[in-house]
């Protein structure tokens, strides 16, 4: 293991090893591709990226800047459109989404449109994209976002995105597809989960060096606490290297 490493290298190891061989992810700009990337270059190779503007299975050379950046159709299997990206998510073949987030609820509801009130709000964020579509339709969402008290909230002032909206049975009430949902959160803190019965967000592990206490007092509900709870393993010297190679620049990892 590493023995220095930055908080960005810590996340983007983090999420990649929740990234399967053999399945298929929607990417995001910024920290979800340089994990996607990471996967695909070390215990993944069979990874299948999806991009938003078309671009489908590509050996992505270096981090792109967006998901409509040239990079992102190297040697791509399909150089498609945004249409059949978004029609494979309402196809059902889509495993994994990431996305990040404004502020998150207990069950997972992210907001990613405004703070404060809707008609007068303090801030106006960008809204959806396609979150709520991969939110909707992949069948397991990993979200990530820093933690704080103003991010973890007992109320989202508007929900962009549906987690499990307010508990079990609630998504497929409301015709989205049985089985789908918010699978993990990562934070500078920890790794978060969902109760199987109340849907509630639920510590999968921390972090090394961040204490449960810290946890749950950086969040206005509730978190879940096991009796055991698991550490995160530190980036390795070799995915340290990759992480560089993938972003050479330092544009997200850092230098």
């Excluded at 592990?205 to 946890?215: D, F, Y």
Aim: hydrophobic share 40%.
């Amino acid at each position: 293991m590493a023995t220095t490493y930055t908080e960005t290298e810590l996340l983007a190891c983090v999420a990649s090893h929740m990234l399967a061989d053999n399945k298929s992810v929607f990417v995001g700009t910024g920290l979800p591709m340089i994990a996607a990337m990471l996967a695909q270059r070390t215990h993944a190779p069979n990874l299948l990226l999806i991009f938003e503007a078309g671009g489908v299975g590509p050996q992505v050379p270096v981090l792109p800047i967006s998901v409509g950046d040239s990079r992102t159709f190297h040697r791509a299997v399909v150089a498609s459109t945004m249409h059949d990206v978004m029609s494979a998510l309402q196809s059902g073949y889509v495993d994994y989404g990431f996305l990040g987030a404004a502020a998150i609820d207990a069950y997972g509801n992210i907001n990613t449109t405004v703070i404060g009130d809707w008609a007068r709000p303090r801030v106006r964020l960008p809204g959806s994209g396609g979150a709520n579509d991969i939110g909707s339709l992949c069948w397991q969402t990993i979200l990530i976002l820093r933690q704080d008290r103003k991010k973890f909230v007992e109320r989202l002032p508007f929900i962009t995105t549906p987690g499990y909206l307010y508990g079990p049975g609630a998504r497929e009430a409301e015709g989205l597809p049985a089985g789908g949902g918010p699978y993990r959160v990562i934070t500078q803190l920890g790794v978060y989960g969902f109760d199987e019965e109340t849907k509630r967000m639920a510590l999968v592990a921390r972090h090394p060096g961040v204490t449960v206490t810290e946890i749950q007092s950086n969040s206005e509900f509730e978190i879940i606490i096991p009796a055991q709870v698991a550490q995160t393993e530190p980036p390795t010297g070799s995915e340290q290297r990759i992480l560089r190679e993938i972003d050479p620049t330092g544009l997200v990892v850092g230098r």
